[in-house]
């Protein structure tokens, strides 16, 4: 099956010392790293998404700033296409669906940052969209939230949205399974 992989918001300021540090997103880049390798090597179609937040009031990805560029783990090659975005759906107001529909590809792997926004915004997107979603749910990281007076830990967030995505949306796996099967596949 052909897939190509979309890379969600994989930027600076969801690590150590960025506006707004996720839980463990330096693992998540690691495991996205693996399989963007995995994607170049067998010449399958790469995205990279990067968002853009460009309002007066923004605390982070704003334009210009260390923060808003995409991690080196998963930097794109010069030839790798990058969709700006200024939403948490990665197809809206971008070329993306245009994009994936040119590729004619059988499944749409969907890796990034955050799990509980912008990764279950786009892979909800996608499905809507009449794609076959794949998420590598160890390329993708959370935050802690709150509710009311309830800290969620970001561990128990991902968790808690990929058992949503996985239930209607997406098939969830792993990184390693996605390459396994792929060179088993080959």
């Not at 179609?45 to 923060?67: E, S």
């Not at 030839?79 to 948490?88: I, M, R």
Request: charged share 15%; proline share 6%.
């Amino acid at each position: 099956m052909t897939r190509l992989l979309v890379i969600v918001d994989i930027q600076n300021d969801y690590f150590p010392g960025g506006a707004y540090p996720l839980v463990g997103p330096e693992a998540a880049a690691e495991r996205a790293g693996a399989l963007l390798a995995h994607f170049r090597a067998s010449g399958a179609p790469i995205v990279h998404v990067q968002h853009v937040w460009d309002a007066p009031d923004a605390t982070f990805m704003r334009p210009g700033t260390y923060g808003v560029e995409i991690n080196d783990a998963v930097a794109p090659l010069a030839d790798e296409p990058v969709v700006l975005k200024a939403s948490p759906n990665s197809f809206l107001g971008t070329d993306l669906e245009h994009r994936i529909r040119d590729a004619a590809v059988g499944d749409v792997v969907i890796v990034g940052m955050m799990t509980s926004m912008c990764v279950d915004s786009t892979v909800r997107a996608a499905a809507d969209l009449g794609f076959a979603v794949t998420v590598a749910a160890d390329a993708c990281a959370a935050p802690d939230l709150e509710f009311g007076d309830t800290l969620i830990p970001g561990d128990v967030v991902h968790a808690a949205f990929l058992a949503a995505l996985g239930g209607s949306f997406a098939t969830v796996t792993t990184v390693d399974d996605l390459t396994q099967h792929a060179t088993a596949d080959a």
